[in-house]
């Protein structure tokens, strides 16, 4: 028997079909091992040694295989075809031989593009060593980004508390983004005009034209800056009468289609046709790739979908243009076979581009057994790979141009019309930004050189200019593709590591750079600037190309980069040639950046733009509205930065790291505002506080605090007078007497807003509701109402996945507090941002389950009594303690029964959805 090791389980259950009962195949599930993130786990003092750790389900899996493998002839590594499948292969071998049983086992790498029957088995009659010159890549790079995460991550923590951490692509993927938002900021829109006319032929019809040339000088897109030229045009054309047509161009012009898809192209068309994220797309791509059962076979319907080659197999131009012939007619199939070439830098080019195993498989045919997303995506690879093949598409052109009687002013109307739409009759793809100006599908006359035009209508536009668009995940993929940033592999990672790092949000699925990205942008930009130049990570990815080539050696890259890294902010080396150990290299960092007080200049002085806007009003931007003579700075604390005046202890005013607008500032910018005095003679005033605006009563006295009480987040600082202050500090209030319990419903605003509360029962108030006048019978509603969420209220029932195959319990989906989960029973687990909650199936949400419940989750553990108070019990009454143990024993043994069955559901419903 030969064991098989694929990534996946879904893999390995549709290839153990393809080869029979001589084989065995086991999932890896993905990496088994890796560095533990803590510091000694990369030494560059010791020639990069490397510690590897296998924990949790590696070290299980590891197990699994050893213990399948003990009785086999041979060891077939089959994990996926790119440097991540090489490095997990060569993990699998380096812990397997390391054990005395399989020493001497024959292994062997396979590898395949896609999951047919034909392509496994081809794979497997030919299989090759394992390629060290690609699993060295990986431990370059691998060895690159823990050095720099571990290197530069305590050097933020120390000069910047509560920064989070830093790493070598992705620093340079939120550079890119914060820079495009500084653009924005910097943007001022500038006014043009442009004369539009709606001119008729001969025959009557009518087309529209735009002046281009005034008074014999051709327009330049300002030259035309304000009302009073545009008016002037204006007359300028009305009496330049009558009007011919003074030229007319006309030309052919073919667009060829665009190349199959890589990684790259696929998520940014999903984004923009499907409004699918880049880890989503992947997620159901990779379903599509791994299998789908056809009628009881499981078949994978696309290739590798990490990939950035544009090239097709022989057999797939075959077969596509074969289709194209036979759907569409010859005149859509070209001469010859399209060739292409991929135009994005440090191109691998070592796999196929992504298409459909078979492209007679046409989405129509296979929509019924995929799930609405998996058809979409599928539909969306075949038209793509189809239309690749076809014809040319052909357009016609034209652009006529009509002139006054004196010939000085002349009006220019453009049109294009597809004569022929070849592979447009199936795809076309899409933009991130239209164009400003988009003549096609625009019909024009048929007019020929000094035809009469009559003018109908000649009206000025005014226009503004836009500032650059913010960058989407499918636009900055796109950009870091041209910069040879990255590779397909690590596109999703990239995103998904800024957002979780609180560094930038998705804003109508744009990407928002945080203010805490824009400090850690910075701060590397000014200290660490070479490593987050765009230039520079784009040729560490050629030597690490370099590398997987066979053309340098990986610790050669890694010592040359280390070597300039460390010693950084170093005058002079004193390593003797030595590298230093990682300690040493922070050290160095460390002092050679300087205090934090220089840290805190050089934001200020980088950061000033965003964060102290210029608003035109006359006033310093910078100016404390507090204490009138001190400056406002980013000040540095314990728990993260924040605005505060440099006038500190005498003047405490701050308020949080954000930008103020306009109005805040008004509000504020004079300190405290009195409203007027309530019946004690105690003012009244409105203040700006680090956590929003609030109204205060009095100055305090014998050391109490005076009354505050926080505006609502609607409500307007500027809108707030005297009489809405006095029923802000009179809050809480009484609503009223409940008519059941005859007990008050009191309404106030607490830390989490405005709120009713009624026998200790606390219920927010809804947004459209006014704290300050919302009465009884709205009072009672609310309060009737269930609420949701944590704390002993009755949560939302959530939407049922499915039921356990075993004990028919119901597996339910919910959102919570922290995030989507699925609950069974007891038993809730988080859903990791890998799964959208929309597509989790009942196999993962089973998986999730278990993996929580042999953890120790669910509902009614208890914390374990002290050492202390054990020994005592232990003193007092052995044979008593022996009850509490054997029931404890129990406990434990029903909980790993517990788990055991729903690990067996997972296996029972997988094996039932193979079936279905």
Known sequence: MKVVVVESPAKAKTINKYLGSDYKVLASFGHVRDLPPKDGSVRPDEDFAMTWDAEGRGAKQIKEIAAAAAGADQLLLATDPDREGEAISWHLAQELRGKKALAKLPMARVAFNEITKKAVLDAIANPREIDQELVDAYLARRALDYLVGFTLSPILWRKMPGSRSAGRVQSVALRIVCEREAEIEAFRAREYWTIEAVLAGPDGQAFAARLTHLNGKKLDKFDIGDKAAAEAAVAAVKAGAPFKVGAVERKSVRRNPAPPFITSTLQQEASRKLGFGAAHTMKIAQRLYEGVDLDGETVGLITYMRTDGVNLSQEAVVAGRKLIGEQYGQKYLPASPRIYKSAAKNAQEAHEAIRPTDLFRRPEQVRKYLRDEEAKLYDLIWKRTLASQMESAELDQVAIDIASADGKQILRATGSVITFDGFLTLYQEDRDDPLEEDDSGKRLPNLKQGDAVKPQEIKPEQHFTQPPPRYSEASLIKRLEELGIGRPSTYTSILQTLEDRAYVKIDKKRLVPEDRGRLVTAFLTNFFDRYVQYGFTADLETKLDDISGGRARWKDVLAEFWNDFSHLHQEEATHDGKLPSMQEAVAFLDKGIGTRSVVIDVLNDA??????????????????????????????????????????????????????????????????????????????????????????????????????????????????????????????????????????????????????????????????????????????????????????????????????????????????????????????????????????????????????????????????????????????????????????????????????????????????????
């Open 607 to 916: 950061l000033a733009p965003h964060f102290f806007p210029d608003l035109g009003n006359g006033k310093a931007p910078r100016a404390c509205p507090a204490c009138g003579n001190g400056e406002l700075g980013i000040k540095l604390a314990k728990n993260g930065a924040f605005i505060g005046c440099n006038n500190y202890p005498e003047c405490k005013y701050t308020k949080p790291l954000a930008v103020q607008t306009e109005e805040e500032i008004a509000a504020g910018s004079a300190g405290p505002v009195e409203f007027g005095k309530d019946e004690q003679g105690r003012s009244i005033t409105l203040r700006k506080g680090p956590y929003g605006f609030y109204v205060q009563l009095g100055e305090g006295e014998d050391g109490e605090k005076p009354k505050r009480v926080s505006l609502t987040r609607d409500l307007d600082p500027n809108a707030v007078n005297l009489e809405i202050a006095q029923k802000l500090l009179s809050l809480p209030r009484v609503v009223g007497h409940h008519p059941e319990t005859g007990k008050p419903i009191m309404a106030g605003i607490g830390r989490f807003g405005p709120y009713l509360n009624h026998d200790g029962k606390f219920k927010s108030i809804p947004k459209d509701d006014d704290v300050l006048s919302i009465g009884m019978n709205r009072a009672v509603e609310l309060l009737a109402q269930e609420s949701k969420g944590r704390g002993g209220r009755q949560a939302a029932p959530g939407k049922e996945i499915g039921k356990h195959p075993e004990s028919g319990e119901a597996v339910t989906l919910h959102e919570g507090k922290y995030g989507p989960y699925v609950k069974m029973g007891a038993v809730n687990a988080t859903l990791p941002k890998s799964i959208e909650p929309g597509a989790v199936t009942l196999e993962e949400a089973l998986s999730l389950i278990a993996a929580r419940e042999a953890a120790g989750g669910g509902k009614g553990k208890k914390k374990a009594a002290p050492k202390a108070a054990k020994k005592a019990v232990a003193k007092k009454a052995t044979a008593k303690t022996a009850e509490p143990k054997s029931a404890t024993k129990k406990a434990g043994t029903k909980t790993a029964a517990k788990a055991k069955t729903a690990k067996k559901a997972v296996k029972k419903t997988a094996k039932a959805k193979s079936a279905e």
